[in-house]
């Protein structure tokens, strides 16, 4: 130590020396925390690997959320109605009905488990909107549509539909009028009606937001049937069954999703929506088959192509609408407040 150096004035520069070195510990320390928070939140991210090897799960623990929504009968609605003892069923709606009008078909596998009687009276490729706001002669197609089948039923008038279906080179269009002919709406007590995915297909509005009522948009079309069902025949329960799952064929026989393709007015699930708020509003019951019968994962199963069943999807769409008319069909006594 020189002579005129103080201990204070020898000691500082070891004093400043140990705080770079507290300094350097602590960055070192916020560096590591902050290096393993960056790492944990990157694993999180990344998630959990599934285990692929799906062989031993029992798949049918998993649930799935359906849009269905089974509606009771209003008792006063059946007020001064004489039952007679056995269910008849009018089956409305295209391809999942035509497709297959022997012991297979949709129609006879729903009377057989069900035990009930059930007119098919679905045509071919036909669809829930139809193509003109007001009757075009020169589209007569429109007649195996929705709206102009139940107009038929509502007049009790067959002439028209009739020529038009034996001109059509297709034998089922004149099959079905002939039953339609036989149906004594007096004794119907339900009415089935399924549309597959034709509307979709066909690039059918899903619905028009200025007209609820627009029979050319798909909503339209069914949302004024039921309304004129409801108002001939109001002791008849409706349901309305969805599209399965399907898949859209473009004009270059390239197969899509349904579920993802959108041609501009919304993929298939969205007219799932749309059509169960149909019945929603019409106060009917809907069956969601497109997430509760056939789906994306089994539809391979059950399908011929992108869009027709086989037998076993047949059978497996019978099983869901006579579950619900063996089980599920209830009578409420409506009540007003005084």
């Given at each position: ?116 009687t059930v007119y098919d009276c679905g045509f071919p490729d ?16 429109d007649h195996f549509n929705l709206f102009y089948v139940v ?14 279906a034996n001109d059509e080179p297709d034998p089922r269009y ?165």
């Open positions: 130590m020189k002579p005129n150096e103080t201990m204070e004035e020898t000691s500082a520069p070891k004093k400043g020396g140990s705080q770079l070195i507290l300094h350097l510990i602590l960055l070192a320390a916020i560096l590591l925390i902050a290096a393993i928070a960056v790492y944990r939140l990157y694993k999180w991210n990344q998630g959990t690997p599934l285990d692929t090897n799906t062989e031993d799960v029992d798949t049918s623990q998993f649930d799935i959320e359906t849009l269905d929504m089974i509606i009771p009968m209003d008792s006063s609605l059946l007020a001064g109605r004489e039952d007679d003892g056995e269910t008849t069923i009018l089956c409305l709606g295209n391809n999942p009905f035509s497709d297959d009008r022997g012991s297979t078909g949709l129609a006879a596998q729903i009377a057989s488990k069900t035990n009930s036909s669809s829930a909107a139809c193509k003109y706001p007001i009757y075009n002669p020169e589209y007569t197609k107009e038929c039923f509502r007049n009790n008038e067959f002439t028209a539909i009739s020529s038009i004149a099959e079905t009028v002939e039953v339609m002919k036989t149906v004594d709406m007096n004794k119907v007590d339900i009415i089935i009606i399924m549309y597959d995915s034709t509307d979709y297909n066909m690039g059918t509005p899903s619905d028009n937001p200025d007209n609820p009522n627009d029979v050319t948009a798909f909503t339209g079309g069914l949302r004024t049937t039921i309304e004129n069902i409801k108002s001939t025949w109001p002791y008849i329960r409706i349901f309305v069954m969805s599209p399965t799952y399907a898949r859209y064929m473009d004009e270059n026989g390239e197969l899509h999703n349904g579920t993802t393709t959108d041609m501009g007015n919304g993929t298939l699930n969205h007219y799932l929506v749309k059509e169960s708020d149909v019945a929603m509003d019409c106060g009917v019951s809907f069956i969601d088959n497109y997430f509760g019968t056939i789906n994306e994962d089994n539809y391979e199963e059950y399908m011929n192509d992108h869009l027709h069943y086989n037998n076993a999807g047949r059978e497996k769409l019978a099983e869901r609408i006579a579950d619900i008319i063996n089980n599920r069909m209830g009578t409420v006594t409506s009540t007003t407040a005084e």
